[in-house]
């Protein structure tokens, strides 16, 4: 047995292998030494352990292969690319510049406003103690369904909605936009991106920059500039 008033200096003799991952503090914790160190950490056998396994000898070929990997010439890496933000509406798949990104979060209570029922303005909601004003990005893009709150977005764990903000001549423009899904911020090659074909929709082409693929997927690249005015315009019409 130990004695909880020997020095931490003694030397403390190892009862069997990996002993911490067995009755030390990553085991049943039945090692008589816990008494004296409280954890394995402070134990001169996990140390004497962590020494001889960091002093051992590189395994055969282990220097010639990483020789090998370290005058591999440097993969070439696209300088021209851009950040966007992918997400989802409905079925098809939209990116967004993540400039314009403040942030993503879960769907809050939605407070309709009088007498503004249906159109591009969803309502208000609470987003970190302000209330700002929340709009159907489905509504600018001519699709079927909008913003959910927080009660519809339970059943759809996927849900998202999305906090864009830029500068305008009016000082800050920002608004909550709800999608069905938010894929997160992806680099994108500029020379991935091709120009919209004339059979897009009317409402995807007035706001559309350009196309790209992501993981299978066609992604139709917003306009920020064009998606901000119309998103002012569904307010002040």
Partial sequence: MSDASAPRSRVVMQPQPECWRTIGIAGDKTCPELATFIHCRNCPVLAEAARTFFD???????????????????????TDSTSVLVFRLGTEWFALPAAVLVEVTTPRPLHRIPH???????GIVNIRGQLQLCMSLHALLGLAGGPQTAAAAAADSTARFMVVERTCDAGLDRWVLGVDEVAGVHRVARSAVRAVPSTVSQAHARCSTALFEWQDRTISLLDDARVFTGLSGMVSG
């Fill in 56 to 78: 051992r000898d590189a395994p055969a070929g282990y220097l010639d292969i990483w020789r090998e990997i370290l005058e591999e010439p440097a993969a070439a890496v696209e």
């Fill in 116 to 122: 503004r029922a249906g159109g591009g303005l969803a």
